[in-house]
């Protein structure tokens, strides 16, 4: 055993690791957005915080049609561990009208992918 006291060789010490990077500032930087506040042009602003925002909208609108097709899934009475519309709502933070709402319109998302089986 080399680190019990008995032995006759020198513990062999860790040099410290090379720093091969720059710390990081105690200022945090400032806040981005995606460099909209170094366009000065208020034209190209425009075009560039549209395109922006219509590219959230379609992510939004895409990520809740999984949410639905998620719910539709979950809900699906063939499944073992089925979970109620309230089971569903509690997991999403919706209420149970609302995620009845997403089932159904998950069930319609999922309809075509029925047929092509």
Do not use: C, N
């Not at 513990?11 to 091969?20: A, D, G, K, W």
């Not at 999984?66 to 309230?86: G, K, M, T, Y």
């Not at 089932?103 to 992918?113: D, M």
């Amino acid at each position: 055993m080399p680190d019990s006291p008995e032995s006759s060789e020198p513990t062999r010490r860790l040099r410290p690791v090379q720093l091969l990077f720059e710390p990081q500032s105690a200022e945090p930087e400032p806040e981005r957005f995606f460099d909209l506040e170094s366009i000065e042009d208020p034209a190209e602003l425009l075009r560039r915080s549209t395109e922006l925002a219509l590219a959230f909208r379609a992510a939004a609108e895409r990520a809740t049609d999984f949410q639905a097709v998620a719910a539709a899934q979950l809900a699906d009475p063939r499944r073992f561990d089925a979970q109620s519309d309230a089971e569903i709502a509690q997991r999403a933070d919706w209420t149970p009208d609302y995620a009845a709402k997403m089932i159904e319109y998950g069930r319609t998302l999922l309809q075509p992918r029925r047929h092509e089986d």
